[in-house]
């Protein structure tokens, strides 16, 4: 994995595979908490749906569970229930406005569940700022996708740290 890190705490990953997609949300998994914010951005097919997956599965591998995740595509969120918090996955892809996310609760869970936002920029001016966005995209022709990872309060610092340990400062 190639890790590139700017001063204005954004990240860049390689990420070689769909496995090193889901490892790098098993990854983040564990440092989420009550309150915390994903949001997905990419084109169909980048790997938004594949990474909160991941995330879900660890959190609940957490716990001892095996649950199936579907994808939210026709259901716009799907909820988990966990000992850590709710965990709240959206895909609001099919959604016409931020009028209708704000229908589906989202406000409301983003202050207490921990919630993975695929197409975010439906939110609108629901879109909160503490969020952590990672932005995933294909590079080449292959599975191999880039991730950057940017977040623009100081909750998330320590998060991007402890996912690139190996960081080297971008010039």
Do not use: N
């Not at 995330?55 to 026709?74: C, D, H, M, N, Y």
């Not at 965990?87 to 983003?110: T, V």
């Not at 294909?138 to 623009?152: F, H, P, T, V, Y």
């Amino acid at each position: 994995m190639i890790v590139t890190v700017s001063d204005s705490g954004h990240i860049s990953l390689h990420l070689p595979s769909p496995e090193a997609t889901a490892a790098l949300a098993e990854k983040l998994a564990p440092m989420l908490q009550s309150g915390d914010i994903v949001l997905l951005e990419g084109p169909i097919g980048a790997g938004k749906s594949l990474f909160c997956r991941a995330v879900i599965q660890t959190l609940l591998a957490e716990e001892g569970r095996v649950e199936e995740v579907p994808s939210p595509s026709f259901t716009l969120v799907q909820v988990y229930e966990t000992a850590k918090a709710e965990i709240w996955h959206a895909d609001l892809f099919r959604l016409g406005s931020a009028d209708q996310a704000a229908e589906l609760g989202l406000e409301e869970a983003f202050e207490t569940a921990i919630c993975l936002v695929e197409w975010p920029e439906k939110l609108g001016s629901l879109r909160p700022g503490h969020a952590l966005t990672i932005s995933l995209s294909q590079e080449g022709e292959g599975d191999a996708r880039i991730a950057s990872l940017r977040a623009s309060t100081g909750r998330w610092g320590p998060v991007l740290r402890a996912l690139s340990p190996r960081a080297t400062e971008a010039s």
